[in-house]
């Protein structure tokens, strides 16, 4: 019999059930064991849900109350010395401390950095080793949570991050070799395998998802050391979990490596089949993930029966398990809990149920002609949406077609830019501006909430807004910042507001998916050609403009972030997608240039998330990347000051392709890694003007100037003072006014402070 698993299931909940209760614990309005009891029954009925649509096997410890880098990190005791006191007097306290960072009883220490998780908008927390590090089983979650599911009848299968992911996922301090740290690591999993194996696990899930990148000698002999050391220890099977690309080259080793099964991704690596399963060793397992885990089609059935009868010959049932691509983390929970989506793209779509159930499909296909009729409605669905007018616009295909060079160079080169555009706004050296959302409040959301279901009446929640933008002019001009922004309190998310007002784009009600921590975002699903029925962003830019006789700066999400952080049709190369935003959003541009906007903002922070995952395909994703942020924004005079923004991005490997951005500014995110974001700039000569973040806006921890001060001369030390912008590392949205107030009073003194140092003007 063929098994159907799964690799990691949502966490937040349907209503981010999760999300209130952290969020409430962190307020200290509920106790610590409130917030474990809505984590428990959230797993549970996640676990019962898994069942019902047809898995046979379900995944635990995919849970995590913020992340499940942090848990291994905390588990293994990788705990930096800052946190320790912490830890050791409150584990929970001192695991928030380290996601979070922590200001109070005389402690102040920043949280851990937070990245992008491979090429997806899921964020982990990277831990910090050193060279003398040491690991222990400091907890034991994932045998906790294998008994848990155990004695509420499920049969589980506990989910690891395997040693070597998670060294090279890891950062080292003081920059020794984190695999050097291997033989360290080895006999604390020896360890956790053989308790998972006395409580009766079977099989482990061991995720080495590093294996799907390029990965040299060193890597590979890692791998190989790691399997061999634990290949003679009492413990479960294991099923070694690659996703979200191919093998390719790693596989001729991979499958010498002493493991007992084979996850493979055949949505991203179709192509893999014929390889993996030529060299499968006799006794392995094969988990053929055919589900995208990733995005939100349906599933061609048609196309993947094929290929699992001829897995299932070759190997037999017995060895074959079906299951997503990935962990399903990545997507919502439940179609059918969505009412208001357009009938023919409802009937397109398989969140995480769905695609349970779809694999529950193939399996029975398999075994019996009992999912005849499900082939049939799953065979309609996909030719409904072949078919759609809804999908294919001509006009879009016209203007796509007619696009030339000359709509992706902007007029002069960045020097006779930088002349006329100093003329025209005449700041101050240091200009001190915002990313450009400030805090969503409560207040912000609920009038939100209740316009949008008709409890506040358009004008009255316009009127609202007005006020909340004035109030957020005004405290700018009070403190002295040069270029404003409105503050993107009529926006629910960047890219969501955006996909709201874009033809082709539809919107879910409960699509959340975890973004970080209790954050979450619920990604627009673009599912035909794309085009900007009317101006979007220009009457909100205009109204803050007339309140003000600084610089406003308009404020426009960049076709790469719209594109990687939705949902995309995957009927058509991401580029021709990309390009149609890219064309909305110039149109866009123009219409703010024309409203007198002189500083236009085009965030681009999932530039490089997007990158494929192999080096190999980077040159051709880069260059239409850039051309499409080109594209978006070339059409301005030279006079418009163009700015752009990115935040976790390690930029030392694509520096050609930020230059060939050529926006006038940009902002990017630095202070958490100490300005260390800044060497791409400077070995690369960056010539246009930059602003690294001085601040983390993802912590509550108000910095002192004195702080910020240092990292400028960091940074003055190494580029052009005259080229340096003074912000926070993104926008303010997650944070409260108070401290936003506080650090925002401090980052002008230090950039006060810079002038006074360096140009010895105030
Ligand atoms: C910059 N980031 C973003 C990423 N991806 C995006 N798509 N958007 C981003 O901004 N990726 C990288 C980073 C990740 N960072 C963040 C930061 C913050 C959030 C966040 O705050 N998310 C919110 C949800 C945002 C939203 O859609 N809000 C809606 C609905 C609000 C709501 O819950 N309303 C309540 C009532 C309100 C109340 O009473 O308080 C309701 O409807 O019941 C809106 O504002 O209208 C979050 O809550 O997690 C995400 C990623
Ligand atoms: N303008 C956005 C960028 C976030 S990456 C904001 O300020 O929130
Ligand atoms: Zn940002």
């Known amino acids: 019999m063929t098994t159907l698993t799964n690799l990691g299931f949502p966490r937040i909940g349907v209503k981010r059930e999760l999300k209130q209760a952290l969020e409430s614990f962190w307020r200290g309005e509920a106790t610590a064991s409130e917030l474990q009891d809505t984590a428990s029954a959230l797993r549970k009925r996640h676990w019962q849900l898994q069942r019902e649509a047809g898995a046979d096997v379900v995944p635990c410890n995919d849970f995590s109350l913020y992340d499940h880098v942090l848990d291994t990190a905390f ?193 991203r690596a179709p192509e893999q089949f014929d390889a993996v399963i030529d060299s499968l060793s006799s006794q392995w397992v094969l988990s053929l993930g055919i589900v995208d885990g990733r995005n939100v089609w349906r599933t061609d059935l048609d196309r993947v029966l094929p290929l699992v009868k001829r897995a299932h010959q070759r190997i037999g049932g017995e060895r074959l398990q079906l299951a997503p691509s990935c962990s399903l983390l990545h997507v919502p929970i439940d179609v059918t809990l969505e009412k208001a989506l357009p009938a023919g793209v409802y009937s397109w779509l398989a969140f995480a149920r769905q695609k349970i159930e779809e694999l529950r499909t193939v399996a029975d296909a398999l075994s019996s002609a009992n999912a005849l009729h499900a082939l049939e409605t799953a065979r309609l669905r996909q030719s409904s949406r072949k078919n759609s ?110 996909g709201e007002q874009l033809d082709g784009f539809a919107f879910t009600k409960l699509g959340w998916v975890q973004s970080y921590g209790s954050r979450c975002v619920k990604p627009p699903i673009i599912y035909g050609d794309v085009r900007r029925p009317s101006p979007m962003t220009v009457a909100w830019s205009r109204y803050a403009q007339s309140l003000t006789r600084r610089p406003m700066k308009g404020m426009l999400t960049g076709p790469v972030t719209v594109l990687q952080w939705s949902f995309v049709r995957d009927d058509q190369p991401r580029a021709a997608t990309c390009r149609q935003i890219a064309l909305a959003l110039r149109d866009e541009v123009l219409d703010l240039e024309a409203a007198g906007i002189g500083v236009i903002q085009i965030d681009e922070p999932a530039l490089r998330e997007g990158l494929p995952l192999r080096r190999n395909q980077w040159n051709t994703y880069l260059d239409w990347a850039t051309e499409c942020f080109r594209l978006a924004v070339c059409g301005v005079r030279d006079e418009t000051q163009i700015h752009t923004h ?110 006074h140092i360096v140009f010895e003007s105030v």
């Open 75 to 267: 588990m293994l005791d990788a705990i930096p010395d800052r946190y320790r006191a912490l830890a050791d007097a409150n584990p929970l306290s001192g695991y928030f401390a380290l996601a979070r960072g922590f200001q109070g009883d005389g402690i102040d220490v920043h949280a851990l950095e937070m990245t992008k998780w491979f090429d997806t908008n899921y964020h982990y927390l990277v831990p910090e080793l050193h060279e003398n590090q040491t690991f222990r089983l400091r907890s034991d979650k994932p045998v906790a949570e294998f008994l848990e599911a155990k004695k509420l009848g499920f049969k589980a299968r506990p989910v690891i991050v395997g040693p070597v992911s998670f060294l090279l996922l890891s950062k080292t301090v003081d920059g020794s070799d984190r695999l050097a740290l291997l033989d360290r690591l080895i006999p604390v999993y020896a360890e956790l395998l053989g308790k998972l194996k006395d409580a009766g696990a079977d099989w482990v899930q061991i995720d080495e998802p590093c294996l799907v990148l390029d990965q040299d000698s060193d890597d590979q002999a890692a791998y190989r050391h790691a399997y061999r050391a634990l290949a003679n220890v009492k413990r479960p099977s294991l099923l070694l979990a690659t996703y979200f690309g191919a093998l390719e080259d790693n596989l001729s080793w991979v499958t010498s490596l002493p493991v007992d099964g084979l996850h493979i991704d055949l949505v």
């Open 389 to 498: 007018p809804d999908v294919h616009r001509p006009d879009v295909a016209k203007r796509l077609a007619q696009i030339d060079g000359h709509a992706s160079r902007r007029m002069s080169d960045y020097t006779q830019r930088r002349a006329v555009q100093q003329q025209r706004l005449r700041l101050p050296a240091f200009p001190t501006t915002t990313i450009g959302s400030f805090p969503q409040t409560h207040e912000v959301r609920e009038a939100r909430a209740k316009y949008k279901s008709n409890k506040l009446s358009a004008a009255d929640y316009e009127t609202f807004l007005q006020a909340e933008t004035q109030r957020c002019v005004r405290f700018q001009e009070d403190i002295g910042l040069d270029v404003l922004v409105h503050g993107e309190f009529e926006r629910n998310d960047m890219v969501e507001y955006f």
């Open 646 to 755: 990115m935040c976790y991005s390690e930029f030392n490997d694509i520096m050609d392709s930020v230059a060939a951005m050529d926006a006038d500014v940009i902002s990017i995110e630095t202070s958490r890694s100490n300005m260390e974001l800044l060497d791409a700039f400077v070995k690369f000569r960056y010539p246009n003007d930059i602003g690294p973040g001085v601040y983390d806006i993802h912590s509550p921890r108000v910095p002192r100037s004195a702080e910020m001060t240092q990292l400028l001369a960091r940074a003055v030390s190494v580029l052009n003072p005259n080229q340096l912008w003074v912000n926070p590392d993104c926008g303010l949205k997650t944070r409260g006014w108070p401290e936003t107030r506080a650090a925002l009073v401090q980052m002008v003194e230090a950039a006060q402070a810079m002038r």
